[in-house]
Nanobody, 119 residues
Framework: QVQLVESGGGLVRPGGSLRLTCKASGNIDSIWAIGWYRQAPGKQRELVAAVARPNNPYYPNAMKGRFTISRDNSENSVYLQMSRLRPEDTAVYYC?????????????WGQGTQVTVSS
């Protein structure tokens, strides 16, 4: 079972940028999609972006424009480039995987990586 580990979070000023990394413990070639989610305090977890095999991104409407997801199968990693960050982007960011098209996302979540946008 491939495990995913998030990294790259931190404190950034409004308007700044950050790149998050989701590193897999094994080969991700056969994984259908990997997505980035976030959960802010007191709010539900929400999808930020997902990328399906081979490298087809999907963004919910509310996330279009400032986030870019990419997949590097040679590095067994998925990246989330975030720009023009706002205080409301403050959250714990998680990655998860969907092994098959229209299949379920993993039930278990990793530790996530904290992103704090503040001056």
């Amino acid at each position: 079972q491939v495990q995913l580990v998030e990294s790259g979070g931190g404190l950034v000023r409004p308007g700044g940028s950050l790149r998050l990394t989701c590193k897999a413990s094994g080969n991700i070639d056969s994984i259908w999609a990997i997505g980035w989610y976030r959960q802010a305090p007191g709010k539900q977890r929400e999808l930020v972006a997902a990328v399906a095999r081979p490298n087809n991104p999907y963004y919910p409407n509310a996330m279009k424009g400032r986030f870019t997801i990419s997949r590097d199968n040679s590095e067994n990693s998925v990246y989330l480039q975030m720009s023009r960050l706002r205080p409301e982007d403050t959250a714990v960011y998680y990655c998860n995987k969907q092994n098959q098209p229209r299949g379920p996302w993993d039930a278990e979540w990793g530790q996530g990586t904290q992103v704090t946008v503040s001056s």
